[in-house]
C-alpha cells in the first residue's frame, strides 16, 4: 500500500499566521490517465472529515481562498494563508490513484 | 441540500454481525462510486471498501476481505456494509463518503465489538 507521511503531526500557530502542512508518498501518485488523486481534508473536533482540495490543487465547494494546495509526483503541501478559528482540527491527505486509497497520519492543528 | 445518513451501529460481541445503511438524498445517487471509510478511537481515518456505481465492482481493504460486504440500492439510493465475524479491531466510527472525489461525508455511526 502507499505510504503518505505527513509532517509535522502538531501545528502550533496564532490567528492570522500562515501555516504549511506536507504530504510525501511512498510511490509517485500520477495516474495514467494524467490526474493526481490527491486530496486534503479538515476534522473539526466532534465532526466528519471535510473535503478541503481535490486532484491536488482544486478548491473544494464553499471552502475559504486561504486554503491552497500544490505540488506534484510524491511531495504535496497544504497551505493556509491567514489562521482563522475555525481552521483547527486535524488534516488529512489521502492518494487514491493507488489501490486501496490511504490517508496521511494527520496534522493537528492547534491554537499557540 | 446534500446529505448521507448512517444508521445500524451499536454494541456487538465478537465473531457476530452487524449491517449499516446509508441514506443519500440532494444528489443523484446512482451516478456515484460510494464508499466507506472509518476511524477508530483517537485514530485517524481508514479506507474500507468503494462499489461502483451499478455494483459490480467492489474493492475492501485487506484486513476485511472475506468478512464485510459492500452494497447499493440504486433505487432507494442507499449504500450497505454488511459485516461478519467481527473483531475488536473493527470498533470504530464509520462513515460512508462519495468515491469519486470524497465531497459529501455522511455524520458517521458507531460501532463497538466488545465481549
Known amino acids: 500500500d502507499v505510504v503518505l507521511t505527513q509532517t509535522p503531526s502538531i501545528l502550533s500557530a496564532t490567528i492570522g499566521q500562515s501555516v504549511s502542512i506536507s504530504c510525501r508518498s511512498s510511490?509517485?501518485?500520477?495516474?495514467?490517465?494524467?490526474?493526481?488523486?490527491l486530496y486534503w481534508f479538515l476534522q473539526r473536533p466532534g465532526q466528519s472529515p471535510q473535503r478541503l482540495i481535490y486532484?491536488?490543487?482544486n478548491l473544494g465547494s464553499g471552502v475559504p481562498n486561504r486554503f491552497s494546495g500544490s505540488g506534484s509526483g510524491t511531495d504535496f503541501t497544504l497551505k493556509i494563508s491567514g489562521v482563522e478559528a475555525e481552521d483547527l482540527g486535524v488534516y488529512y491527505c489521502?492518494?487514491?490513484?493507488?489501490?486501496?486509497?490511504?490517508f496521511g497520519g494527520g496534522t493537528k492543528l492547534e491554537l499557540k | 441540500e446534500v446529505q448521507l445518513v448512517e444508521s445500524g451501529g451499536g454494541l456487538v460481541q465478537p465473531g457476530r454481525s452487524l449491517k449499516l445503511s446509508c441514506a443519500a438524498s440532494g444528489f443523484t445517487f446512482s451516478n456515484y462510486y460510494m464508499a466507506w471509510v472509518r476511524q477508530a478511537p483517537t485514530k485517524g481515518l481508514e479506507w474500507v471498501a468503494y462499489i461502483s456505481t451499478g455494483g459490480g465492482s467492489t474493492y475492501y481493504r485487506d484486513s476485511v476481505k472475506g468478512r464485510f460486504t459492500i452494497s447499493r440500492d440504486n433505487a432507494k439510493s442507499t449504500l450497505y456494509l454488511q459485516m461478519d465475524s467481527l473483531r475488536s479491531e473493527d470498533t470504530a466510527t464509520y462513515y460512508c463518503t462519495t468515491h469519486n472525489n470524497y465531497d459529501y461525508w455522511g455524520q458517521g455511526v458507531m460501532v463497538t465489538v466488545s465481549s
Open positions: 486532484l491536488v490543487s
Open positions: 489521502m492518494q487514491a490513484t493507488h489501490a486501496p486509497p490511504t
Open positions: 510511490q509517485s501518485l500520477l495516474d495514467s490517465d494524467g490526474n493526481t488523486y
